[in-house]
């Protein structure tokens, strides 16, 4: 969202005395022109003065499970300091059952020497920048005349990161289609957008029936670009048969 749109939202949340729960688990992992984005909870902090109330109308939740690695289930708030203080005091808190105590002193001594910072900043941005732009025109060269489209793209999007791409196809196929098709032909595992929907949300204008999840973060550089050709073959392959 531009800057303008968080602060209407942040202004709503105080007209009404909603609380937003912001899910910012890929914030840091982002690059291009607009990486520096404001988050909601920093305009909370900010906007028209600051919060209105003691708690603020924004609570930021992160993960180290996108920084670190997936076995790192740990996460944490941010929020304005009596909300966090309020946090703090809850029973699963209070109790020491639900944070992950061992990870959490693991991760505690990466906080503590700079480690962690350092390496967001010199190895896993520019790793993801560097492997989103070869997923990027693996999918351009090879799926691009076929009528499929995605977002992010790098060249032409002000804010880009995190794990993912979505891809959209044409109106001619559907993501079960093709995942299934994917994995029969190539064997190729998929990601349909219908699989991250809510259930039951049938939202008009909806095309999370025609989108694929492709993750640029997991396979080695040079399998990202041999399962987007893949995908072309298969692509091609269903078009072909349905004429």
Same mark, same amino acid.
């Given at each position: 969202? +531009?800057r303008?749109?968080?602060e209407? /939202? =942040?202004?709503v949340? @105080? %007209?009404?005395?909603?609380?937003v729960v912001a899910?910012d688990?890929?914030?840091?992992?982002?690059?291009?022109?607009v990486?520096?984005?404001?988050?909601l909870?920093?305009?909370?902090r900010?906007?028209d003065?600051?919060?209105?109330?003691?708690?603020g109308?924004v609570?930021?939740?992160g993960s180290?499970?996108?920084?670190i690695g997936?076995g790192?289930r740990?996460?944490w708030a941010?929020?304005?300091e009596d909300?966090?203080y309020?946090l703090?005091?809850a029973?699963s808190?209070?109790?020491g059952?639900?944070?992950?105590?061992?990870t959490?002193?693991?991760?505690n001594d990466?906080?503590?020497?700079?480690?962690? +910072?350092?390496?967001?900043?010199?190895? /896993? =941005?520019?790793?993801g @920048? %560097?492997?989103?732009c070869?997923l990027?025109?693996?999918?351009k060269?090879n799926?691009?005349?076929f009528?499929?489209?995605f977002t992010?793209?790098p060249?032409?999007?002000?804010?880009?990161?995190?794990y993912?791409?979505?891809v959209?196809?044409p109106?001619a196929?559907?993501?079960?289609q093709v995942?299934?098709?994917?994995?029969?032909?190539?064997?190729?595992v998929?990601?349909?957008?219908?699989?991250f929907a809510v259930?039951?949300d049938?939202?008009?204008g909806?095309d999370?029936?025609r989108?694929?999840r492709?993750?640029f973060?997991w396979?080695d550089?040079?399998r990202?670009v041999?399962?987007?050709?893949?995908?072309?073959?298969?692509i091609?392959?269903? /078009?072909?048969n349905?004429k």
């Amino acid at each position: 969202m +531009s800057r303008s749109r968080r602060e209407a /939202l =942040v202004r709503v949340a @105080r %007209r009404h005395n909603a609380l937003v729960v912001a899910d910012d688990v890929y914030d840091f992992l982002s690059w291009g022109p607009v990486h520096l984005q404001l988050r909601l909870v920093d305009i909370d902090r900010v906007l028209d003065g600051g919060p209105e109330g003691r708690f603020g109308n924004v609570v930021s939740n992160g993960s180290f499970s996108k920084l670190i690695g997936p076995g790192c289930r740990v996460g944490w708030a941010e929020g304005t300091e009596d909300f966090i203080y309020g946090l703090s005091q809850a029973g699963s808190t209070r109790s020491g059952g639900a944070p992950s105590q061992l990870t959490s002193t693991f991760i505690n001594d990466l906080l503590e020497d700079n480690f962690l +910072s350092k390496y967001i900043t010199n190895t /896993l =941005v520019p790793e993801g @920048r %560097r492997r989103h732009c070869i997923l990027a025109s693996a999918i351009k060269t090879n799926l691009g005349h076929f009528g499929v489209s995605f977002t992010p793209d790098p060249e032409t999007s002000p804010v880009t990161g995190g794990y993912y791409i979505w891809v959209q196809l044409p109106a001619a196929l559907t993501a079960t289609q093709v995942c299934r098709e994917a994995l029969k032909m190539q064997n190729l595992v998929l990601g349909g957008g219908e699989t991250f929907a809510v259930p039951g949300d049938n939202a008009p204008g909806g095309d999370l029936h025609r989108r694929l999840r492709l993750c640029f973060m997991w396979e080695d550089e040079g399998r990202l670009v041999e399962g987007v050709e893949r995908l072309g073959l298969v692509i091609r392959s269903i /078009l072909t048969n349905n004429k």
